[in-house]
């Protein structure tokens, strides 16, 4: 389930149908494509000398972040309680959803009305077997279906509901005016599949990725100012100036150049599920790299630099160079979200900082 704000937005024509293989190249195993000339000269376009320092100062402090969560695993996930959302966050308690990027919600929902709902989406899946629609085709655990009951009934449960109010007001917007346009206190809701997996499948195990657009972050014009301070420092403002939390920049944001099927187009401030089941680390649970601003700038510099040495392994600074004549923009594809993996994204040490969620019960709410 996705929580979105309220607020305008241009039309747009309605893209075609499809399941989530369509926008992950690792699902249908094709080779990554070389990009078309022209995003050389968009390199070219976005860069500046001033990147290189910020390039510097992202990976000396990279090293430090991934020691924390390769040591620290799933404490760095805070977890609050129902009771903790209806009462207020601490200050605390915030600062750290902001800078991790996540958060685990407890007590809102009764296991025995998180089972029910689970139970009524099986009995309708088994009711309509003959036409569902999903990914495996041949064995399907991501259900195209986006308004069942069972769906309507927890995306209008008081306690969800509750919960994304209180995460919304988390937002701001750095232009006041702003807030003519966008409405950060009614969640809307947002119908997403449904997710059944198979104990020990490996089939449908989705990477790193990042929802929410692909080569779009650079590509559009709207999109790139939600990353102005890492892109373009000045003498008051630089990388450690971003902040994912303000609305302004986002407004006018194109998330979808290619209208894309899956592929959604509006501002989504917060994505979330409801588990319907008890699941924890290494039993197919969700991932999430909790280091929200810092993985962020590293993601949106990475295009403008490369190995010196195609074969070389090293991570340091000096070993490394500005590359705007290529295409490359590693772990992005056209018309697919953006992906990422050891090699295209080597400093963030994936495979020890892409952390597990916490055990969660029936009826526990993630947000990321």
């Known amino acids: 389930m996705m929580m979105n704000a309220s607020g305008s937005g241009a039309s747009r024509t309605q893209n075609q149908g499809g399941d989530i293989s369509d926008i992950f190249t690792s699902l249908t195993g094709e080779a990554a494509a070389d990009l078309p000339p022209c995003f050389s000269d968009l390199k070219k376009t976005i860069w500046n000398e001033d990147m290189l320092q910020s390039w510097k100062e992202v990976l000396e402090e990279l090293k430090v972040a991934v020691e924390e969560v ?28 902001k800078k991790m990027g996540t958060v685990i919600v407890t007590g809102g929902v009764p296991q025995e009305e998180a089972l029910g709902w689970k139970q009524s989406i099986r009995d309708y899946v088994a009711a309509n077997k003959d036409c569902m629609r999903g990914f495996p085709a ?33 937002w701001h917007a750095s232009d006041p005016t ?30 790193p990725h990042i929802d929410g657009g692909g080569l779009e972050h650079w590509e559009d014009p709207g999109l790139r100012k939600v ?15 971003h902040d994912p939390f303000d609305m302004t920049p986002r407004l006018d944001a194109k998330q979808d150049l290619y209208n894309v099927s899956n592929q959604c187009s509006i501002f989504r401030p917060w994505q979330g599920w409801t588990a319907l089941s008890s699941t924890g680390p290494g039993e197919g649970t969700l991932r999430v790299l909790p280091m929200l601003s810092l993985a962020t700038v590293y993601l949106m ?18 070993d490394w160079e500005p590359d705007t004549e290529g295409t490359a923009f590693p772990g992005s594809a056209m018309r697919k979200t953006q992906e990422l993996n050891p090699t295209t994204h080597p400093h963030l040490a994936l495979e020890q900082t892409m952390v597990s969620m916490p055990r969660v019960e029936p009826g526990n709410q993630v947000y990321c």
């Not at 799933?74 to 959803?97: C, F, H, P, T, W």
């Not at 003519?180 to 997996?197: A, C």
């Not at 990353?227 to 100036?241: E, M, N, P, S, V």
């Not at 490369?306 to 074969?311: K, V």
Request: glycine share 4%; net charge positive; proline share 5%.
């Open 70 to 97: 390769a040591s620290r695993t799933q404490d760095m996930i805070l977890r609050v309680s129902y009771d903790n959302i209806k009462q207020g966050l601490s200050e605390s308690q915030v600062a750290s959803i």
């Open 178 to 207: 702003s807030l003519n346009r966008i409405d950060m206190s009614t969640p809307m809701l947002y119908f997403n599949r449904l997710w059944i997996r198979l104990p020990g499948d490996a089939q449908f195990a989705l990477g």
């Open 301 to 318: 510099l990475r295009p403008f630099f490369r190995p010196r040495h195609s074969s070389s392994a090293s991570l340091k600074f000096g």
């Open 227 to 241: 990353f102005a301070h890492i892109l373009c420092r000045t003498a008051d403002k630089t990388w450690r100036d």
């Open 138 to 170: 041949d064995n399907i655990q991501v259900f195209e279906l986006y308004n069942v009951p069972a769906l309507v009934a927890a995306c209008t449960h008081p306690a969800l509901v509750n919960t994304q109010k209180a995460l919304l007001s988390l």
